[in-house]
Every structure is written in structure tokens, then in C-alpha cells.
């Protein structure tokens, strides 16, 4: 059975930083490429950014980009987001997803094979 948990979302004030954490089991993590999305109350769920399987290649969306860093350590099956200048739109709940292998189309959730639960993140002002 294939697992994702997101892990190290909270309450930060604006400015500062956290990091998510996504720890994958039931599955052969190295042959994923991750993504990490969010979502605000009441919209639709918005990519954030994408790692490729051996995580040389990062993909990010214009609002992370600068700001965040996606990374992944397969000895440990899991995938990181660190979120730097945080700000108040970054409040949401943040998802980690797997896709088997590498390929185009990271920021398309519909590519994705599995989901974690989500972990909140509260940016106050």
C-alpha cells in the first residue's frame, strides 16, 4: 500500500521559513518524480513544484520560484519543500504527489499517481 505523509506544516509569521516534509512508503521511490501542490479554502489545488527521480531537475511555479526549494533524499524515501519569505498568500495546505518516472507535465496534477493527506501551512501577517 502506497503511502505519502506530509509532515512540518504550522504557523509562521510573515518573512520567515519551514520546511515540509513528504516521507514515501509501499512504493519504489526512486522511480518517482514528486511534486509538492497546494491549496487555498474554496480554490482549486496549484502546483508548486516538482523534483525529477534523481532530483537533478526542479521545477517551480512563478509564486515558489526564488522563495522555495524542492529537494529529495531517496536513501530516506523522502521529499523536502523549504519555503523562505514566507507570505500570507502562502497559507494553504501543502500536498505531496508521485508520478512514476521522469518526464514533462510536472505541474499538472492529473500526472500524478498518488497523493499524501496534506499538511497545513498558516503564513500570518
Known amino acids: 500500500q502506497v503511502q505519502l505523509v506530509e509532515s512540518g506544516g504550522g504557523l509562521v509569521q510573515a518573512g520567515a521559513s519551514l520546511r515540509v516534509s513528504c516521507a514515501a512508503s509501499?512504493?519504489?521511490?526512486?522511480?518517482?518524480?514528486m511534486g509538492w501542490f497546494r491549496q487555498k479554502p474554496g480554490k482549486e489545488r496549484d502546483f508548486v513544484a516538482g523534483?525529477?527521480?534523481?532530483?537533478?531537475?526542479?521545477y517551480y511555479s512563478g509564486a515558489a520560484n526564488g522563495r522555495f526549494t524542492v529537494s529529495r533524499d531517496n536513501a530516506k524515501n523522502t521529499v523536502y519543500l523549504q519555503m523562505n519569505s514566507l507570505k500570507p498568500e502562502d497559507t494553504a495546505v501543502y500536498y505531496c504527489?508521485?508520478?512514476?518516472?521522469?518526464?514533462?507535465?510536472?505541474?499538472?496534477?492529473?500526472?500524478?499517481?498518488?497523493w499524501g493527506q496534506g499538511t497545513p501551512v498558516t503564513v500570518s501577517s
Open positions: 504527489a508521485a508520478r512514476r518516472g521522469d518526464g514533462n507535465y510536472y505541474s499538472d496534477h492529473r500526472y500524478y499517481d498518488y
Open positions: 509501499g512504493l519504489s521511490f526512486s522511480s518517482y518524480s
Open positions: 523534483i525529477s527521480t534523481s532530483g537533478f531537475s526542479q
